[in-house]
Each structure stands twice: as C-alpha cells, then as structure tokens.
C-alpha cells in the first residue's frame, strides 16, 4: 500500500468516526424528545380527565333525575312480570323429573380420527353389536360392529391423475350375516367374502394392508377399545377362548385374507400421508369437531 492509499484511508477512517459520532448525537437527540412527547402525553390525559369530572358535576342532577325515572318503569316492569309469572301453571321441581346426561368415558363425538401403521382414518359411525351375540360378527382377533363407518384416504387406482382417493369402509349386516363393503367415488362397490382379492386386484403394487380389517382400521388398539366399549363382550371371551383350546376359528373374511396376504417391505408399512392426503383429510375431518 503506497502513500496515496494510506492517506485516502485516513480520511475514510475520519469520515466515518465523524459520522458516528453525530449518529450518536442524533439518537440522544430522538430519546430527549420521545421522552417529552410521553410527558405531554400524560398531561393531555390528565386535563382530559379534569375535564370529564367538571363535566360530571354540571351534567349530574340530570343524569340523577333520568336514572330515577328509568328505575321506577324498570320496578313497574318487574312487579307485572312477576305477577304473570304467579298467574302461570306451576312445573314439578323435582328432581327426579329432569336427568342430566353426563358425558361417559367411552363417550365420542364424530368424525373421530385414529392412527394406524399405515397413517390415519376417520371413523364416523363406532356401529353396535348384534343381538344374542351373533358369532358372524366376532372372531378371535377382530369386533365387527354392525353400522361400522370409516373413511381411508390412500393412493387411487381409478385414475393416474389422482394420486390419492376417499375409501369407504362400512360393516353391514345381510340377512343376519356380516359383510364388509368399500365404495369409492360411487363408482366401485368391493364386498362378498372375496372383498379383500378383488380389492388388491386394481392396484399394479402390492398394498402394505395385511387384510381388509386392517384397511378398515380395526387393527388400531385405541379403536378397538372404542368397540369393546360398546356392549358386554364377556360372552364373546368365553367362545374365544374355547376356540382356543380346539384351534382358532378363522372368520370367513380372515380365510380370504390370509390365502390373500401379500409380502410388502417395512417402508411400505410405514407409508407416510403426501401433502395431498393431509388437504383430503382436513377437508373431510373439518365439517365436525372431535374428541374423546
């Protein structure tokens, strides 16, 4: 660095110490007078109120005397209404008469949202059990509670466009016997006791599903406590376990599933929901709140 250079760094290093020092100066300047404009503020409040208390005091024998007149219609007011009240027929105090419903444990408003290893589903309808414990509707695994509605949104098959899809999943029953349907888009109807073939059938890929109950959530632990919690399930214990000791009894959906199984890898069992299915989700999910 030659001496030209030198000297004209010395002026830039003068300029610039003198600019901060006025910036300095100017920001001390800028504090002073906001704190002066906060005291003028808190003057021009204080004359505000001095003046609303002298107006008080001129303005106060009217006021008294409106007040006083809207008191007294307001009394009359009251007095006729209480005499209407007298005059109407009286209803039963008692207690015994009027039930409060008190929210329950296992109460559940719908659509209520679960988790699986698969992602996520909505439940809109828990179903009930049949009456005298028809064996059609358990297994020794799974509660098939008839009116059972869920919706799973996952990939689609109809159209390449489309990389997710609304499935239906409902459990009815048909003269007395279960069945288990899948609707998408009014469009597909699966059901019989082949459901779960036909179902894997439009899809190019092995699904990470092991069995239609699984698609239908009834897999998830936290719902299935949910249906367990629908009725008396002793009955359906004991048969379990007699079953057990003569061999597990196999449901006819279950012997579908299992000559069905389809191998698929850890990463497609822990398939995660895209952007698209999350909007899917909350658009189906936002017409009703949820809770537990």
Same mark, same amino acid.
């Given at each position: 660095m030659n001496t030209e250079e030198r000297s004209e760094m010395l002026l830039l290093n003068e300029k610039l110490n003198k600019a901060i020092e006025e910036k300095s100066l100017l920001d001390t300047k800028i504090e002073s007078i906001e704190k002066r404009i906060s005291l003028v503020e808190l003057h021009k409040n204080a004359i505000l109120d001095c003046i609303c208390i002298c107006d008080g005091k001129d303005v106060m024998k009217e006021t008294f005397s409106d007040t006083s007149s809207d008191l007294f219609s307001l009394e009359k007011d009251l007095k006729e209404e209480n005499i209407k009240k007298e005059n109407k027929p009286s209803i039963s105090k008692n207690t015994?008469?009027?039930?409060?419903? $008190?929210?329950? /444990?296992?109460?559940?408003? %719908?659509?209520?949202?679960?988790?699986?290893?698969?992602?996520?589903?909505? !439940?809109?309808?828990?179903?009930?059990?049949?009456?005298?414990?028809?064996? @059609?509707?358990? =297994?020794?695994? %799974?509660?098939?509670p008839i009116g059972y509605k869920s919706f799973r949104i996952f990939e689609s098959f109809l159209s390449k466009n489309f990389?997710?899809?609304?499935? $239906?999943?409902?459990?009815?029953?048909? *003269?007395?016997?279960?069945?288990?349907?899948?609707? !998408?888009?009014?469009? %597909?109807?699966? #059901?019989? =006791?082949?459901?779960?073939?036909?179902?894997? @059938?439009?899809?190019?890929?092995?699904?990470?599903?092991?069995? !239609?109950? /699984?698609?239908?959530?009834?897999?998830?632990?936290?719902?299935?406590?949910?249906?367990?919690?629908?009725?008396?399930?002793?009955?359906?214990?004991?048969?379990?376990?007699? =079953?057990?000791?003569?061999?597990?009894?196999?449901?006819?959906? $279950?012997?579908?599933?299992? =000559?069905?199984?389809? *191998?698929?890898? #850890?990463?497609?069992?822990?398939?995660?929901? #895209?952007?698209? $299915?999350?909007?899917?989700?909350f658009t189906l999910n936002v017409i009703a709140p949820t809770s537990f």
């Open positions: 015994k008469d009027f039930v409060e419903i $008190e929210k329950s /444990e296992n109460f559940m408003e %719908y659509p209520a949202i679960f988790t699986d290893k698969n992602g996520t589903f909505s !439940v809109f309808n828990l179903g009930k059990f049949p009456k005298n414990n028809n064996k @059609q509707f358990y =297994s020794s695994k %799974y509660l098939y990389r997710s899809q609304i499935y $239906e999943c409902t459990i009815l029953s048909i *003269n007395n016997c279960l069945d288990m349907e899948i609707k !998408v888009d009014d469009q %597909y109807k699966f #059901s019989g =006791s082949s459901i779960w073939s036909n179902f894997c @059938q439009k899809f190019e890929y092995p699904l990470p599903f092991c069995n !239609v109950e /699984e698609f239908f959530g009834l897999e998830c632990k936290e719902l299935m406590k949910k249906i367990e919690s629908l009725g008396d399930i002793t009955q359906i214990k004991d048969d379990n376990q007699g =079953s057990k000791n003569e061999g597990d009894r196999a449901h006819g959906f $279950e012997q579908e599933n299992n =000559s069905n199984r389809q *191998n698929t890898d #850890s990463d497609q069992n822990q398939r995660k929901l #895209s952007e698209e $299915e999350k909007e899917l989700y």
